[in-house]
């Protein structure tokens, strides 16, 4: 299983870093993929990580205020938010997929976060 934690309520232009935790096996070997769901809308990847080669995919609206990256030691992959805005207001869910394919390629993922709430407001 993975758990998703360090959401929280945050203020406007503050950064935060979000950590997918995996359990019961090697989260390098897999996919992970980040996924945001605000109120009202659908759940949208904002961004993953490939295996093997670590390649990296970012959601168009959040690239270069989102970076996706592992901890291998800590089996673990973070998302780091930064310029933080009302509209990155949602649940974020990380996933992960076991494939031998860019991050891009995955279509069904084997493991789902419960997801962790990320609220910006001032």
């Known amino acids: 299983q993975v758990v998703d934690s360090g959401g929280g309520l945050v203020q406007p232009g503050d950064s935060l870093r979000l950590s997918c935790a995996g359990t019961?096996?090697?989260?390098?070997?897999?996919?992970i993929g980040w996924f945001r769901q605000a109120p009202g809308k659908e759940r949208e990847e904002v961004a993953c990580?490939?295996?093997?080669?670590?390649?990296?995919h970012y959601l168009d609206s959040v690239e270069g205020r989102f970076t996706i990256s592992r901890d291998n030691p800590k089996n673990s992959v973070n998302l780091l938010i930064t310029s933080l805005n009302a509209e990155d207001t949602g649940v974020y869910y990380c996933a992960a997929a076991r494939v031998q394919a860019r991050c891009t390629m995955v279509l069904d993922w084997d493991y789902w976060g419960q997801g962790t709430q990320v609220t910006v407001s001032s």
């Open positions: 019961g096996f090697v989260m390098e070997w897999y996919a």
């Open positions: 990580i490939s295996p093997i080669d670590d390649y990296t």
